[in-house]
């Protein structure tokens, strides 16, 4: 920006309107940078995990884990923020240079704690580990109703030999999740379309 590189960038997104979210963290801040189609910088948000907090008696917040596209688009973002214990979360809603406010809780399960992925199709998707080469995926509306939940699964019975690598989950701007299996000669691409594993719930 202005000739200062980027810190270590999180996440690039692209959004339903062909924008740009580069989220960027440190040791203690993290800064969304919202650009349009042109390269023009939109919007600039700094976040710390002290900027945010909730109804008396909620769990502090510890740490951000997330920060998203709103559907809404510029200048709104999402937060994900986990609390001790449990490792469980919630989000909240930034709009332009406004106090977050939480919105709703993040979903939760027994055996491990779901992360936001981002967002697509006007929907939030929520991602938990649930065993080797399995996720358990969440999809929820914009204020956090559950729409959905499904087992997702990157193991491909056909597939023989070790796995050096899975990559990260990522949700596209249509909705359609994607990942890589990294193996030591061939890297395998899955894709899900959210559209059809909410008809199968």
């Known amino acids: 920006m202005s000739g200062t590189p980027f810190g270590f960038v999180q996440r690039l997104a692209v959004t339903g309107r062909d924008d740009l979210l580069v989220v960027t963290r440190d040791a ?38 997330a920060v998203v596209a709103d559907p809404l688009g510029p200048p709104h973002l999402l937060v994900e923020a986990t609390a001790q214990p449990g490792g469980h979360s919630a989000v909240w809603r930034v709009s332009g240079d406004a106090e977050p406010r939480r919105a709703f809780a993040a979903p939760h399960s027994q055996d491990a704690p779901f992360r936001l992925l981002g967002s697509g199709g006007g929907r939030l998707f929520f991602a938990a580990h649930a065993g080797p080469n399995r996720a358990l995926l969440t999809i929820t509306g914009r204020q956090g109703r559950p729409l959905a939940q499904v087992e997702l699964s990157l193991q491909d019975a056909a597939q023989q030999g070790p796995v050096l690598q899975f990559a990260e989950l990522r949700v596209a701007v249509d909705g359609v999740l994607y990942s890589a299996r990294i193996g030591p000669e061939q890297v395998d691409l899955f894709w899900w379309r959210t559209d059809l594993l909410m008809q199968r719930r």
Do not use: K
């Not at 650009?35 to 700094?46: A, T």
């Open 28 to 65: 203690d801040r993290w800064q969304a940078y919202w650009f349009d189609r042109q390269g023009l910088l939109r919007f600039r948000r700094r976040l710390a995990v002290a900027d945010l907090g909730g109804p008396d008696g909620d769990p502090e917040p510890v740490e951000i884990a």
